[in-house]
């Protein structure tokens, strides 16, 4: 195939009408896994966390996990999704070795939630999504793929599987086509993501860490020319493993697709592999013919029939919902809407609520989180809360400020060594002695240098332009590496030459 | 041969309680008999002399300790080889699990073993359990004990084999459209399969989940109440099974009592295809029942024609999926392709599949994947699920009207070895009788009837229950097991010929 | 209307069960199955459309384990059979995969 130059991503909006559809998969962090009691706990050595049943060792048996059951109910509720009175679970038949039993125990056509909406707000603007089902299913094992030059599975000369994640519980959430979003759609889509991370971190149900792979997504896209035509031909995108690759990824496809319709061809119906290092989807392996996974319904396992009332007792467990829960804290706050929308848009909101719990005011915290970390966070490509600072330990940072114990250059520096994992905010400004003085006689000493220095400026404080102070208060800052304390530094000069 | 083989389990049980024989003679008079006939029968896949051995002397032992023990403690038993026992290899008459151990109990082993009976070792099986007559077992064929050159049934030949050849007094077998009660009627043997999710299938290799279940394999009818009081009941690691007391089969052994009782004959059971000898020998049955009061009525079970068609759609597609996990990952065999370097592990399943798997379990693979594949899915196995439901209608409905039903099991005696092996569709017509109550879930049970004259060869009677009502088989049973050995003045197997011991 | 089921399609199902069937199978297994799927197509003529499957022998529902811990089987069990053991982990040949 020809490399050809991409259409803009401005024109291709503006040639074609995105339609979106998302599928994530949510880890739940139950003790145990969906169908046996072995631990869900990551990071564990290789095939430590396995049975007879998660191995799909001949002749073990499934048996439902009720917690499981349970999260799968709240989600839906949490998405205004119908819970059905009667479902069952499926086999998925394939073949692949990650999968103990080359099956995979899900639901088909009776999944346990349906027909349901959510409601994002991006920029100002709220975007109903519909949501067509959350269903239960067991996620599979992890290979390594060793022998090739890259680690992965091209090239690769044999793979090594671990099982311990084997039959761990997921829920795959998935969206109903996701129309009229415009040349915002992988905004949108990014924003649907960070809103179902917010679910289900309040709903407590999964640690939903993108990078742990405890939220995984994956985007499809079609264009059409116009909202009225029938839907394209779509592309499902694979390995989107964070919020900004959701956006990167459908930015991608939506040029990648303008571009072969551009040129009258018709985009081919397959799934993609997103590469986040070069920015491009690649196809994956073209298939002779379509995959066909001859469902049929479980028969080791029985129907699941939750009660009404059981339905009832959990939708009132439900946290608010979170526009509620938004307008609740902006009011509390004091926040305006823009720096509301900023804050919601950072994905700041958890992160200032836990830093004001910690003893920070809300400003404080939000011009933390939504500014300098925001900033730095983006600039490392990593999502805020990866970056290696909590709450609590913004709070202590502010209160320092608070405190007269630093001020803002002296606090970026506190928070340069605790994201580089020096320790500690109090560690770091003992290490790199960062505190603010404000000893009169270390100050004084400074001051009548810098006086001593500067004759000409301080004649003129002496005759009455007070203004330039200002130099003078630099050279000492200079001279005390920006720990002076600025306030008390004016006043001392002003002292000295009697103003 | 030693005459301690020939004893019931609850003669064996009496004696070993009396103190008058130990678990361990019991064990090692078996243990002899296997290696004296076992060569001839091949009946065993596996013996554990020493395991058996052990849990013998453990039993006798706790017994002269004085411990409560349980009523079948001390008698050893021999596994159909489908089930799960941790240590011993565990093949389900297969290449692709030759030598595979497993690394723990299924749920029955472990009841087994609690209740302190010794496992003589596994039994040979039609592979996956999928046959009729233990010829598709990838070890060789099993012989039927009554005549070396016949089958002795399938799939579980080797267990029915073993009781009937005085090898083990007990036995395990499972059944998924008759691989117990059908080997059972050619071997003269009682066999029973309970109600779906009365025995644990947490351990039972899977051919059809929604059909497979383990049961007693026996001499006697108060033998099979006590195993299947020992095996049975809720299993938490079996999501289908019935969390509700067994049935009080052993009661109803005691109380067999037969006046009153409403027996249907199944019309469609019966007739063309059935052997007239067996056919004699159940309408005999039926006199002798109504000489005990019973009231014999004829029923119709319309949807029953369609059973074999309904059966031989959900089980492959049932199958293809079990036995899928069967690929040379992680246990089991694993063939490389021929003039193939460096094969993908795709190459690697398939080739070691093609080796792993006999004729019947890849015919019946295929047939399994068609019957589920899109477009055809609907017609072939979403139409067998309607038509299950038709059948159990039909015995919902005879059961308004009567207690129980009685029908031949077989529609044969035992076939010679060869004789049906190359047409499958000859081979799946000896479970026409048996396959109805396996798609309704129901309990069945056969016992001898007799020998039919033609060929001198056994006949069984199958006695079926609603679901739960398992008792109704003992009582059945036990009265007209009573009434025959009165008839014959003795057990049918004493009219065996005996087997020669090698030398 | 019999089934047809040709060689091809037997060769099709043989690849989506992951069986390398010989020419000699692939031979003998069509006119084989067709006979089977003949006797067992009647099926469709009784199943009514309002007719419910039965998936489940016994109509239990609501089967649950709580979510609690159990004991498993160490690496050593779990590796026991395996083909082959590299790094604690099953070693299988170069899957092919989804990736191009």
Redesign the interface.
């Known amino acids: 195939m020809t490399v050809t130059t991409l259409v803009s991503y401005d024109d291709a909006v503006a040639q074609f009408d995105p339609v979106l559809g998302l599928e994530v998969h949510v880890e739940l962090n139950?003790?145990?896994k969906m169908f046996?009691?072995?631990?869900t706990e990551f990071g564990a050595?290789?095939?430590?966390?396995?049975?007879?049943v998660?191995?799909?060792?001949?002749?073990?048996?499934?048996?439902?996990?009720?917690?499981?059951?349970e999260a799968a109910i709240r989600i839906g509720l949490a998405l205004n999704c119908s819970i059905a009175e009667?479902c069952?679970f499926a086999?998925k038949?394939y073949?692949?070795?990650d999968m103990?039993?080359?099956?995979q125990t899900s639901q088909y056509d009776e999944p346990i939630a349906f027909d349901g909406w959510t409601e994002v707000e991006l920029d100002g603007e709220t975007y109903r999504i519909e949501i067509e089902r959350a269903h239960m299913e067991e996620d599979t094992g992890k290979?390594?793929?060793?022998?090739g030059a890259t680690g992965?599975?091209?090239g690769?000369?044999?793979?090594?599987?671990?099982?311990n994640r084997a039959g761990v519980p997921l829920i795959e959430i998935v969206t109903k086509p996701i129309e009229g979003t415009g040349a915002k759609a992988p905004e949108v889509a990014r924003a649907y993501v960070t809103h179902l991370r917010e679910l289900m971190a309040a709903l407590g149900v999964s640690d939903v860490r993108m990078e742990q792979g405890s939220l995984r997504c994956d985007a499809n896209v079609s264009l059409r020319p116009d909202a009225q035509a029938e839907y394209g031909l779509r592309t499902e995108t694979?390995n989107v493993n964070s919020l900004r690759s959701v956006e990167r990824a459908l930015r991608y496809e939506i040029c990648r697709q303008a571009t072969v319709l551009a040129d009258g061809g018709r985009v081919t119906q397959e799934?993609r592999?997103w590469h986040e290092d070069t920015g491009v989807t690649?196809?994956?392996?073209?298939k002779e013919?379509a995959e066909?996974y001859?469902y049929?319904?479980e028969?080791?396992?029985?129907?699941?029939?939750?009660s009404r009332e059981w339905v009832d007792e959990l939708r009132a467990t439900l946290p608010e919902p979170p526009a509620v829960r938004r307008a609740r804290l902006q009011e509390a706050w004091g926040f305006s809407d823009l720096e509301m929308r900023d804050a919601a848009g950072a994905g700041a909101l958890p992160l200032i609520e836990a830093t004001v719990g910690a003893g920070a005011a809300p400003q404080a915290a939000r011009k933390w989180w939504s500014g300098e970390l925001a900033r730095r966070a983006h600039a490392d490509g990593v999502e805020l809360a990866e970056l290696s600072i909590t709450p609590a330990e913004v709070a202590q940072i502010q209160a320092m400020i608070d405190a007269g114990r630093l001020n803002d250059k002296l606090a970026r520096q506190v928070i340069d060594g605790v994201l580089a994992d020096e320790g500690s905010p109090e560690d770091v400004v003992t290490a790199r002695g960062l505190e603010v003085v404000s000893d009169d006689a270390a100050l004084g000493t400074a001051v009548d240098q810098a006086i001593a220095d500067n004759p000409d400026v301080a004649d003129k404080i002496r005759s009455g332009k007070v203004a330039a102070a200002g130099a003078l208060i630099g050279v000492v800052m200079k001279q005390m590496r920006g720990q002076a304390d600025a306030a008390r530094v004016r006043e001392l000069i002003l002292e000295r030459l009697g103003q | 041969m030693n005459e301690l083989i020939t004893r019931s389990a609850v003669e064996l049980a009496e004696l070993l309680a009396a103190g008058e024989v130990s678990s361990v003679e019991v064990t090692q008079a078996h243990l002899d008999r296997i290696a004296a006939v076992d060569g001839a029968v091949h009946a065993f896949l596996q013996v554990d002399a020493e395991g058996a051995l052990r849990t013998a002397a453990d039993v006798d032992a706790r017994r002269a300790a004085g411990e409560a023990l349980a009523p079948l403690a001390g008698i050893p038993i021999a596994v159909k080889d489908v089930l799960a026992t941790k240590g011993i290899p565990t093949t389900c008459g297969s290449k692709i699990l030759e030598g595979w151990v497993p690394p723990y109990d299924a749920t029955v082993v472990k009841r087994l073993k609690e209740a302190g009976l010794p496992i003589l070792g596994k039994t040979n099986m039609d592979e996956f359990a999928m046959g009729s007559s233990t010829e598709h077992s990838a070890y060789g064929p099993t012989r039927n004990p009554w005549d070396l050159e016949r089958i002795p049934g399938g799939s579980g030949g080797g267990s029915a084999a073993a009781v009937a050849g005085y090898l083990a007094p007990l036995a395990i077998g499972t059944d998924t459209g008759g691989s117990i009660r059908q080997p059972s009627a050619v071997t003269g043997t009682i066999g029973v399969k309970p109600t779906y999710g009365g025995v644990s299938r947490y351990g039972l290799i899977a051919l059809a989940s929604s059909l497979d279940q383990a049961g007693p394999v026996t001499r006697t009818v108060l033998d099979a109440a006590l195993l299947h009081e020992t095996i049975a009941g809720h299993d938490p690691c079996d999501s289908t099974s019935i969390d509700a007391p067994v049935p009080p089969v052993l009661e109803a052994v005691r109380n067999a009592d037969l006046s009153g009782l409403r027996v249907g004959v199944v019309s469609e059971l019966r007739g063309e295809g059935y052997q007239p000898g067996i056919e004699a020998r159940f309408d005999d049955a039926l006199k002798l029942l109504t000489s005990a009061g019973a009231e014999i009525v004829e029923v119709s079970c319309a949807h029953f024609v369609y059973g074999l068609a309904t059966y031989y759609l959900i089980l492959p597609s049932e199958a293809s999926s079990n036995l899928a996990k069967f690929d040379a990952m992680r246990y089991g065999l694993r063939v490389l392709p021929d003039g193939v370097s460096d094969p993908t592990a795709e190459q690697v399943m398939a080739a070691t599949r093609e080796a792993g798997f006999g004729p019947e379990v890849k015919r019946r693979i295929i047939l399994g994947t068609y019957a589920l594949s899109s477009g055809y899915w609907d017609a072939y196995y979403g139409s067998a699920q309607k038509v299950r439901t038709l059948i159990r209608r039909d015995f919902d409905a005879a059961y308004e009207k009567v207690d129980v039903l009685v029908s031949p099991t077989a529609p044969t005696t035992a076939f010679p070895i060869g004789a049906k092996v190359d047409d499958p569709l000859a081979m799946y017509l000896n479970d026409i009788a048996t396959i109805p109550a396996s798609l309704a879930g129901m309990p069945g049970l056969s016992l001898p009837s007799g020998l039919a004259d033609e060929d001198g060869l056994p006949a069984g009677i199958q006695v079926l229950a609603p679901a739960m009502a398992d008792d109704r088989l003992y009582r059945v049973a036990a009265a007209l097991e009573s009434m025959l050995l009165e008839q014959w003045g003795g057990p049918l197997l004493s009219q065996a010929p005996e087997l020669e011991v090698a030398r | 209307m019999p089934p047809e089921i040709s060689r091809a399609d037997v060769a099709r199902l043989a690849s989506l069960a992951r069986i390398e069937l010989t020419d000699e199978e692939l031979d003998h297994l069509a006119p084989q199955l067709a006979v089977i799927l003949e006797s067992v197509a009647k099926v469709s003529e009784v199943a009514d459309a309002d007719v419910p499957p039965t998936s489940h022998a016994v109509p239990l529902s609501n089967v649950y384990r709580a979510d609690e811990l159990r004991p498993g089987l160490t690496p050593e069990e779990a590796l026991a059979g395996a083909p082959e053991v590299e790094e604690q982990r099953f070693a299988v040949p170069r899957i092919l995969g989804e990736e191009a």
């Not at chain 1, 103990?100 to 099956?103: D, E, S, T, Y």
């Not at chain 1, 290979?143 to 022998?147: C, F, I, M, N, T």
């Not at chain 1, 690649?282 to 073209?286: D, K, V």
């Not at chain 1, 028969?299 to 939750?306: E, K, M, N």
């Open positions: 139950t003790v145990s046996c009691g072995c631990s050595e290789p095939n430590t966390q396995v049975c007879p998660c191995l799909g060792l001949p002749g073990a048996l499934p048996v439902a996990n009720e917690s499981a059951v009667w069952r086999r038949n073949f692949y070795p103990p039993k080359n099956f290979s390594l793929h060793v022998g992965r599975i091209h690769a000369e044999r793979s090594l599987l671990d099982y694979k799934t592999h690649t196809p994956g392996r073209s013919e066909d001859r049929f319904p028969p080791d396992l029985v129907p699941i029939a939750p």
